[in-house]
């Protein structure tokens, strides 16, 4: 009997350490989601649910140089401009919106490991108090509000806000002015794959510096 519980507790120590290297992936249906298209959700399972969506493996990061060799990302859009034509509205708490899904390789070997890391959707200003009531009403509160002063093209600052809610590994962000002030945001973000993101980012960008 003795022995058994040896056996037993070496074994459960195992097991913990495993789990300390090896620690559990959030899977999709963990994190935050867009009308069904859930963060971490991967690329097939997207054009399974969208056969007409437009993909492409052009940068987020507009800084980086068109030389940059690539980093392992995809961004689509579910409902491209020729299907808009058709009358198909893209909306986020019906507020007309662009949305972009932007998605990452978990092994940049390997095709199948893209997975959804962020949902981008922008919409005109004068639509940020629906969406703002529309997320209050099916997540609570915002679990925190950044709030600053942004300064537009003639100088003037502007009272700016970014609401946030937290679940597991994913956040979502409601960004109440962007780039021109007349614009919003409402982001989606799945935290790990941000961070690989960024990490192939900062490391495209040294690229070069040591033949200098």
């Given at each position: ?8 507790r070496s074994w459960l120590m195992a097991l913990l350490a495993v789990q300390l290297v ?37 940068s987020e990061a507009s800084s980086l140089s068109p030389s940059v060799p690539n980093i ?11 299907v808009k034509r058709r009358g198909v509205k893209e909306t986020v708490a019906n507020v ?117």
């Amino acid at each position: 009997m003795r022995i058994f519980f040896v056996c037993m507790r070496s074994w459960l120590m195992a097991l913990l350490a495993v789990q300390l290297v090896f620690p559990a992936l959030s899977s999709a249906d963990d994190s935050f989601g867009l009308k069904g298209d859930r963060l971490n959700m991967t690329l097939s399972e997207f054009k399974d649910r969208h056969a007409e969506a437009i993909c492409s493996d052009e940068s987020e990061a507009s800084s980086l140089s068109p030389s940059v060799p690539n980093i392992g990302l995809i961004n689509c859009r579910a409902i491209p401009p020729h299907v808009k034509r058709r009358g198909v509205k893209e909306t986020v708490a019906n507020v007309p919106a662009t949305i972009t899904y932007y998605f990452i390789s978990t092994d940049m070997d390997k095709f199948n490991t893209y997975r959804l890391r962020k949902i981008e959707a922008s919409f005109d200003h004068a639509g940020y108090a629906r969406v703002h009531g529309a997320m209050d009403k099916k997540y609570g509160p915002a679990d925190s509000i950044e709030r600053k002063r942004i300064q537009n093209m003639r100088g003037v600052y502007v009272k700016s806000e970014n609401r946030i809610w937290n679940k597991g590994d994913s956040q979502i962000r409601l960004v109440e002015h962007v780039d021109r002030l007349n614009r919003s945001s409402l982001v989606f973000l799945e935290l790990g794959l941000e961070s690989i993101f960024h990490q192939r980012k900062s490391s495209a960008r040294s690229q070069g510096t040591e033949d200098l």
